[in-house]
């Protein structure tokens, strides 16, 4: 257990809204990851960060943003919510004592855009 | 930019039967690749391989990759109905990234 916490674990919203999902860890490792998850694309990263106020773009970034102003928070925006971002979300970690890639992942976040 | 392609897409097999899945990449740097099963949730982690040729296993789980001919195969002997999932590649180069494939869907009945 990697103590992980996403919320919301589920959302229900609207076209236009502007959505946060808040991705929680309790060790304080510096990389923290969110990935989407869709039928037949299978995860793709959408942002990631080595610290605090440093993150990088991921292959599927448009449409999204992200912040980390504590180390244990990595904070997911959809500043307008569209229907191609309803989506299954996984907040993901790299411990800090590992440097062969393997990633721990929360419980993720199921987003459904109307 | 890093690809992994994995097949098949998906396997309806009986228990007991042997599977064997496939996964290829393109990846710039290469650190490792590794497997995860995914269930309802989250994935889980089942191997990391990092050298060629080196056979990780775990139970009825193994795993070897080759980095000259740039693939991996997870076999599973003796399949259960506990088997079923989706079973997903993944490859770590630059920048502390896992690409992943879209993954396997393996079915397992009795």
């Known amino acids: 257990d990697a103590g992980i916490t996403q919320s919301p674990r589920h959302k229900v919203t609207e076209t236009g809204t502007p959505v946060t999902l808040r991705c929680h860890q309790t060790?304080?490792?510096?990389?923290m990851y969110w990935y989407r998850q869709d039928p037949g694309h299978g995860l793709r990263l959408i942002h990631y960060?080595?610290?605090?106020?440093?993150?990088d773009k991921g292959e599927v970034s448009d449409g999204y943003s992200v912040s980390r102003s504590k180390t244990e928070d990595f904070l997911l925006t959809l500043e307008s919510a569209t229907s191609s971002q309803t989506s299954v979300y996984f907040c993901?970690?790299?411990?800090?004592?590992?440097?062969?890639?393997?990633?721990?992942f929360g419980e993720g976040s199921r987003l459904t855009v109307l | 930019e890093d690809k992994v392609v994995q097949s098949p897409l998906s396997l309806v097999v009986h228990e007991g039967d042997t599977v064997t899945l496939n996964c290829s990449y393109e990846?710039?740097?290469?650190?490792?690749l590794l497997w995860y099963k995914q269930e309802k949730k989250a994935p889980t982690f089942l191997f990391m391989l990092?050298?060629?040729?080196i056979e990780k296993k775990s139970g009825r789980l193994s795993s070897i990759l080759d980095k000259k001919e740039l693939f991996s195969i997870l076999n599973i002997t003796a399949t259960q109905t506990g088997d079923s999932a989706i079973y997903l590649c993944?490859?770590?180069?630059?920048?502390?990234?896992?690409?992943f494939g879209t993954g396997t869907r393996l079915q397992v009945t009795l």
């Open positions: 990092t050298s060629s040729g």
């Open positions: 960060s080595y610290g605090v106020k440093d993150t």
């Open positions: 060790e304080n490792h510096r990389y």
């Open positions: 993944a490859v770590s180069g630059t920048a502390s990234k896992l690409t």
């Open positions: 993901a970690i790299r411990k800090d004592s590992q440097n062969t890639g393997e990633l721990f």
């Open positions: 990846v710039t740097n290469f650190r490792s």
